[in-house]
């Protein structure tokens, strides 16, 4: 009889144990997986400071956030035309790549224009408001429309959709970019042969 009991002990001390081995597994694996997760985010995080923000889905996703996501999943760094080089290269720099050349399929290197609506022909239908992902653009239904070009990325995604086409992409002025218009005594003389005929 006393066997029989010391059997059953046994196998009762065995599987207490077995449980308690099993609960400590599964804790380290949670914990191991939120310390994954943590570092994961906190790469995704780092990806995102370097896009430009400008939401404008020329990479082909929604928004910088979810092509961050997607580089840290193997995407390609180089489909983001308003970072231009430089985002490429740090990008690079991050997740330990050779940076190469803009993708042509999503857009040329260039200067960032910026949306300028002209005023006059505004109607007001507010779509272009609607289509903004950055919040640049001021009006009200039935009310001229106007750009914020400080807040104005240039993702060009406003355009399209106004009706009248009184949207323009142009080069801001800028200590780089600024020309001042010669008056007309100052013109080429090229031109004044031309005004004279």
């Known amino acids: ?20 081995v099993v609960v400590c597994v599964l804790l380290k694996l949670a914990i191991s997986y939120q310390q994954l997760q943590r570092a994961q985010n906190s790469v995704i995080d780092e990806i995102n400071r370097v896009l430009p923000q400008t939401q404008c889905g020329q990479c082909s996703y929604k928004g910088c956030r979810p092509y961050a996501r997607a580089i840290y999943e193997g995407e390609a760094i180089n ?13 690079a720099r991050i ?19 910026k949306a300028v609506i002209r005023e006059d022909e505004c109607i007001g239908c507010t779509k272009c408001i609607q289509a903004c992902p950055v919040d640049a653009i001021l009006g009200g239904a ?20 106004c009706p009248v086409d ?19 005594k100052n013109k080429p003389t090229e031109n004044l042969l031309k005004a004279s005929l």
């Open 142 to 161: 039935k009310l001229m429309h106007t750009v914020i070009a400080r807040e104005c990325t240039g993702c060009d995604l406003c355009v399209e959709p």
């Open 166 to 184: 009184c949207i323009d992409m142009v080069l801001p002025d800028t200590a780089s970019s600024f020309s001042w218009p010669l008056p007309e």
């Open 1 to 20: 009889m006393l066997p029989l009991i010391d059997n059953i002990y046994l196998q009762s001390f065995a599987t207490i144990l077995v449980l308690v």
């Open 79 to 91: 489909k983001c035309p308003p970072g231009g080089s430089t985002t490429i290269r740090m990008l």
């Open 95 to 113: 997740l330990n790549e050779t940076p190469r050349g803009l993708d042509p399929a999503h857009g040329q290197l260039g200067p960032i224009l």
